[in-house]
């Protein structure tokens, strides 16, 4: 097995949940000041 390979995987899945979080903090963070009404 190719360590390399696997640590790209890693930061690869790592990336996409991260941009997840913060898309989620950041929609959260704008109905926060803005609220929906």
Do not use: A
């Not at 640590?7 to 903090?25: A, F, K, P, Q």
Request: net charge neutral; hydrophobic share 30%.
């Amino acid at each position: 097995p190719q360590p390399v390979s696997t640590t790209v995987d890693e930061m690869e899945v790592l990336r996409s949940e991260i941009s997840g979080l913060r898309d989620r903090l950041r929609v959260h963070t704008f109905e926060v000041r803005q609220p929906l009404r």
